[in-house]
Each structure stands twice: as C-alpha cells, then as structure tokens.
C-alpha cells in the first residue's frame, strides 16, 4: 500500500513534470504560470461535468471521457495563443521570462476567484470509479488511483512516441539542438516553438483533469504542485524525457516512504536537501542526457 500511494503520487508530478520538462527542457522557457494551466484543465473538467449533469444526466458515467480530451484541447489552445502573443517575445531572456510567467499566473488566480469565485469546487466521481480493487486478502487499491495510473502510462507513452517516431518530434529535436542550422534546412521553429509549448500545456490540463479526481479545486490548485515540478525536471535533467519520468518515481516514492517515518514538512525539506546535494555533484540532473563536445 504504501509503494501503491508513491505511485498514485508519481503519477500527478509526472503529468505535470511532462510537460514543463517539455517547455523548460526542450524550448528553455522557465513558466512560472505552469500550475495554472493545470487549474484551468481542472476547471475546464468541472464545466464539463456540470453541463452533463445540466443537460445529458443520463451520461454522467461516461462525462470523463469528454473531460479529458477537452481538458486537453482547452488548455493546448491557450498555450497556443500564449505562446503566439506573449512567451515567444522573451525567448533567451529567463529571468524575464520568469517574472512575467510569474505575473501571469497571478492573473489566472484572480480570473478563476472572478469567474469560479475563491471557494473550492468538487467534480463528482463516476459510479464505476467507486470502490476499490482487492488484489489480495488485505489489500485494496481504490480504483480512481488505478484509471489514473493507466491514464498517465498511456500519456507518457504517447508522449514519448510523438516526441520519437514521428516527422515533428525529430524537428522538435533538431531545432532543440540546433536551432539556427534547424531554420536553415527549411524547418519552421517558430511554428515548432508554438507547437511544443501548446503540447505542454495541454498535458498540464490533462494533470488537471486527473486532479479533480482526487481532491477540490480551487485558484490555487497549481501551487500545489508547480514546485515540485520543477524540481522533478531539474533533478532528472533537463531535456530527458526519461529522466523526468524515473526523477518523478524516486521523488515521489522518497516523500511517501518519508511522510509515513516523520511528519510531512520535515520529508519535503529532507527530499529537497538530498536533491541539493545530488545536484551538487550532477549539476546537469542525475538522469541528464551525454553529449560529445
């Protein structure tokens, strides 16, 4: 069980460690309003459940199916625009990217309190999410934990595929290496720079929506985890895919295993120290990708 709740924690940190690896790894854009992109996928699953509850409450059981890919669609649409309208005017410049990220993410908050007002929201949980799955005597496993692990193992497949075995994810790669020789062969980069950070997004509102199944929703839900985010990235390296994903298991298996031995505070600062001293050591992250000078 308690290798079980370090999983279902994996899970929320690598949907959201996907995506900002994507951004802050692949593009080097530092989004500070990360965690906003996946409050808007939890709003967005709200009105989605809400309509279905208001208009087909007959297919309420399967209102998630729609949730997620709207979830998704919403949110990659804004990183779309907001990356056509505002982050591509600050590229190389990170510290300025960091603020006005920073700046964003506030007015996010205050749009949520104005549209959804500050108290939190709840979704309802599907009929065939309830309960729990006992693979043996003693143990139980509940079964929203469950659709949300096979949800991010198929993302993280997904993402992987798309980012390796297709024509856009070897010009995501090639203009990530070589940005200037990338535009000269006759790839678009900035089509590519706007694609990538709206696939980002889009995963942060898939976080979102798996969010909701699991706890309320309210104009801060992102700051829950856009720390711990970034920290995943950092330590796996920056621009491995894999190392977010084995980064965002020892993280989260660590804090579990610390949370149950002494209280919770205490175990995010003594992860945190450890990922001090590790990265120390490995300042490129401990799963960073080699390259030949």
Not at 17 to 40: D, R, T
Not at 254 to 276: D, F, H, R, W
């Amino acid at each position: 069980m308690q290798i079980f709740s370090g999983v279902s924690l994996f899970t929320i940190l690598l949907l959201m460690a996907i995506g900002l690896a994507i951004v802050f790894g692949l593009m080097g854009v530092i989004n500070m309003a990360h965690g906003e992109l996946m409050a808007m996928g939890a709003y967005a699953t709200y009105l989605t459940a809400i309509t279905f509850a208001r208009f087909a409450p007959q297919w309420m059981d399967f209102y998630l199916f729609v949730a997620i890919p709207f979830a998704f669609l919403v949110t990659f649409a804004f990183g779309y625009v907001l990356e056509r309208g505002f982050i591509r005017f600050f590229y190389n410049r990170p510290l300025d990217t960091l603020l006005a990220t920073w700046g964003l993410s506030l007015i996010l908050q205050q749009t949520y309190r104005s549209v959804f007002g500050a108290q939190e929201v709840s979704v309802p949980l599907a009929p065939w999410l309830s309960g729990a799955w006992e693979p043996s005597a003693g143990i139980q496993l509940p079964l929203t934990r469950v659709f949300i692990i096979g949800l991010t193992a198929i993302v993280a497949v997904g993402v992987y595929l798309l980012l390796t075995r297709t024509r856009w994810g070897l010009r995501v790669r090639a203009v990530t290496q070589n940005r200037a020789m990338s535009g000269a062969v006759g790839i678009n980069t900035r089509s590519v720079d706007a694609l990538t950070f709206a696939l980002g997004s889009g995963l942060a509102g898939i976080a979102g929506c798996v969010f909701t199944m699991i706890g309320s929703t309210n104009p801060g839900t992102g700051q829950l985890y856009i720390v711990d985010s970034f920290i995943v990235v950092v330590f796996g390296g920056v621009q491995s895919l894999l190392g977010t994903a084995l980064s965002a298991f020892l993280i989260a298996q660590s804090q579990t295993t610390l949370e149950y031995l002494i209280s919770g505070s205490m175990a995010k600062v003594t992860i945190l120290l450890l990922v001090i001293v590790v990265l120390y050591f490995k300042p490129s992250g401990l799963f960073s990708n080699k390259s030949r000078g």
